[in-house]
């Protein structure tokens, strides 16, 4: 038998090998056939006039397809059009080398999924490969082979518009979910036709942008990079992702696009990365505005000499490229490698075997926004809603005689229930809350009335939303933002409600009436007095194509809420950034002691914290316990909970594990999350749920920097969030 396994592990290695040396004997013989020019032309990515994703700049690209100078094209979509641009690489140039087609496949291509922060309130792993599994479907259909996602920046600070595009403010969170979404987009193999290359970013630390103001300067230790904003990045790498995009910020005073120290030492050196860098758009010529480049041909030559293979639409390596070899700025070594990271990457995508292997228009009529991919968009958004308040179990709504008044511009807004970076998305093909609210319940019996827009001053429509709601029965009241107030360029120097939606919360709490305010928003916001005055509170963000759906199904119960926050909601702007896992002080909050750290005027609180978030059902945890209170290194303690299901409802609970090192070199958080589990408990019953806790769930940058653990004592936290939890402690000996 062991003789059998030897030959057989034998034949997979030579295979193995075999197949790694077509590929490297095919990508030599191409390369060797190829001129200085060519190998630039792969390294510079161009976008088509189909869609605008940035400053434009105006150029042919067509024609330097043809001449071999782009070998990558984004914001080109649809299999007849793609199929087109590939005809003029493969059959109009000399070498023939296909494209790679590129967009921003962030939460959906057609089929609009919710928005990656509120996708992520859903914490379930699963779902969330499965929504990027769907893009990858959809979007290679149109002829994509690559998407500039997931986005893992961890981000703390709501005025960041941004932050809506990541997994919130948890390292270990945003890993979890990194993975999820890489191997959705991904798959087993690369070469299969409905699998596009995924794009780590933004390469890094971008979330810490200063003043949550985009784009702005980022000024960190490399403890705090390495310890919270480095380890999605990481994951993405373990997981397999095939492509890295740089941020625009700076870190400890280099741009990323010319940042050795990541892109070489990090990346490639200690990661062992083997795919190819991408700058974000135009991040190259922007080293210039820096101050850290003289002019666009200094910038290049930073940027190809610290690890950036593709230029993305910044004409940089363009035009000065082939200039910089010939006065030996940069070696054409350093060119040649850049060239194979991305010909690498064609050839494991299949397109020098067939170049038009993702331009089907059949396969495309087939599957973009089918049947079984809006069914999957329902339910994953219904998965991302949390339930912030429920005051005398207003909701579910299950009366059918009561009389509905649905108020707010955003209850019939269909593009903004798409969201920001929706892609190809069609707003008008999304299902609003109005019309899902009517499909499930006696139309007769709601009415509408817009009360006021989103933004601005005019409150002339208050009277006829108050004479609506004064003759229903419950109010059910959208406020938020509109779609463009978050994502990139969308940074807010306040984080309350924009216009005078609040002034209308307040005119129809006057009437007594159950008020359900249904929230629509990219990012935390400051709303601690409209909590207040609302009976229920839904967080929906932007749920996508099925949003309306998706929203009446939890309303009217037939969905029951379990999503969980996974980012901190403030209770006001003065607040920020706050996230749980914080440190602690040498004068900790002591409410009978001035000169402790408090503010005068708020509580230290969050209005929310990390990982909170209501059901139908309600869930009592008791028994915790260890099963040692002492480990030795390399060892493993079991943690366990009872958790019992004291309602009517069958219900789903997020338990999690967080855990805090008490004594170290250098101080550590108040608590971590480091495990967590999504459990189904019918109603009247109780699960047992058990964690194990490893040294490695231990680890951290000591002083000296070096990663590992430290003996001494840990206290262990399982609750039904980062606030609410039992706990026990241990020693590691």
């Known amino acids: 038998m062991k003789k059998i396994l030897l030959i057989l592990t034998g034949a997979l290695l030579f295979f193995s090998c075999t197949k790694k040396s077509e590929q490297e004997l095919f990508i030599s013989d191409l390369m060797n056939k190829m001129t200085l020019q060519e190998k630039i032309g792969q390294l510079v990515l161009f976008s088509s006039d189909w869609d605008v994703t940035g400053p434009t700049i105006k150029g ?31 059959e109009k140039t000399r070498l023939g080398i296909p494209l ?10 057609r089929t609009i999924f919710p928005i990656s922060l509120g996708e992520s309130a859903s914490w379930d792993l699963k779902a969330m490969e499965e929504s990027a599994r769907v893009a990858a479907i959809e979007a290679s259909a149109e002829g994509i082979q690559w998407t500039f996602a997931p986005m893992v920046d961890i981000a703390r600070d709501p005025r960041w518009g941004r932050v809506s595009e990541g997994a919130g403010e948890d390292t270990y969170l945003g890993c979890q979910i990194a993975k999820a979404r890489v191997k959705g987009f991904q798959g087993d193999d690369l070469s299969k036709n409905n699998t596009i290359l995924a794009c780590a970013k933004h390469f890094a630390a971008y979330g810490a942008a200063q003043a949550g103001r985009d784009y702005n300067t980022v000024d960190i230790s490399e403890r705090v990079l390495r310890e919270t904003y480095l380890p999605p990045f990481k994951a993405c790498v373990d997981e397999g992702a095939a492509t890295f995009m740089t941020s625009f910020n700076e870190l400890d005073g280099v741009p990323s696009s010319g940042n050795k120290y990541l892109l070489k030492d990090i990346l490639r050196d200690e990661w062992k990365f ?69 010909l690498n990457l064609k050839y494991k995508l299949g397109l020098f075997e067939d170049p038009y292997r993702y331009c089907d228009a059949e396969r ?40 509905i008044a649905v108020i707010g511009a955003l209850a019939t807004s269909k593009e903004d229930m ?40 005019d409150k002339s429509g208050f ?135 408090k503010y005068l005027d708020v509580d230290n609180t969050p209005l929310f914290p990390f990982g909170y978030g209501l059901s139908y059902s309600s869930f009592e945890y008791f028994n915790l ?70 040294t490695d769930d231990l680890k951290f940058y000591r002083r000296d920097m070096t990663f590992g653990t430290e003996k001494g004592e840990f206290k262990v936290f399982i609750g039904t969030n980062s606030s609410n939890t039992l706990e026990a402690k241990f020693t590691l000996q």
């Not at 030559?301 to 035009?319: C, E, F, H, P």
């Open 274 to 342: 083997d795919g190819f860098v991408v700058t974000d758009y135009t991040s190259i010529n922007e080293m210039v505005k820096h101050g850290i480049s003289k002019d666009d041909y200094d910038a290049g030559k930073l940027a190809i000499n610290s690890g950036v293979d593709m230029d993305m639409q910044g004409t940089i390596y363009y035009n000065y490229l082939e200039k910089m070899v010939k006065n030996n700025d940069v070696s054409e070594a350093t060119i040649d490698n850049a060239c194979r990271n991305i």
């Open 100 to 109: 790679i087609f590129g967009y921003d496949v962030i939460h959906g291509h």
């Open 625 to 694: 316990k260890l099963s040692e209170y002492k480990m030795n290194e390399g060892g493993t303690i079991k943690a366990s909970v009872s958790i019992k299901n004291t309602s009517k409802y069958d219900g789903t609970e997020i338990v999690q594990l967080y855990i805090q090192d008490l004594v170290g070199s250098v101080t550590r958080p108040l608590k971590e999350l480091k495990a967590f589990k999504k459990v189904f408990i019918p109603k009247g019953e109780t699960k047992h749920i058990t964690f194990d806790i490893s």
């Open 463 to 597: 009277a006829k939303a108050i004479r609506t709601a004064r003759n229903s029965d419950v109010i059910i009241l959208t406020l938020g933002e509109s779609k463009w107030m978050s994502g990139e360029a969308a940074s807010r120097s306040n984080i309350n409600l924009p216009g005078v939606q609040s002034d209308l919360l307040v005119e129809l709490k006057k009437l007594h009436k159950p008020i359900v305010l249904v929230l629509m928003n990219g990012r935390p916001l400051a709303i601690e007095k409209e909590v207040s005055m609302s009976d229920a509170v839904l967080e929906t963000w932007y749920l996508g194509t099925t949003a309306g759906d998706a929203i009446a199904d939890v309303i009217f119960g037939k969905v029951n809420p379990s999503a969980k926050l996974p980012i901190t909601f403030p209770r006001n702007l003065g607040q920020v950034p706050i996230f749980y896992n914080c440190k602690n002080t040498g004068r900790p909050f002591d409410k009978n002691n001035k000169y402790t750290s």
């Open 364 to 403: 495309e009529k087939k599957v973009v926004m089918c049947d079984e991919h809006i069914a999957k968009a329902r339910e994953v958004a219904g998965k991302s809603i949390v339930l912030l308040k429920n005051a005398k179990s207003t909701l579910p709504v299950v009366d059918k005689t009561k009389r």
């Open 60 to 90: 042919n690209y067509e024609k330097d397809i043809r001449e071999g100078k782009c070998g990558a094209i984004f914001n080109a979509f649809t299999a007849d059009y793609t199929r087109k641009l590939q005809q003029v690489a493969v």
């Open 418 to 457: 798409i969201g920001s970076w929706s892609a190809a998305g069609d707003g008008k093909k999304s299902v609003t809350l109005l019309e899902g609210l009517k499909k499930q319940y006696l139309q007769h019996r709601i009415t509408y009335a817009k009360g006021c827009e989103v933004s601005g001053n």
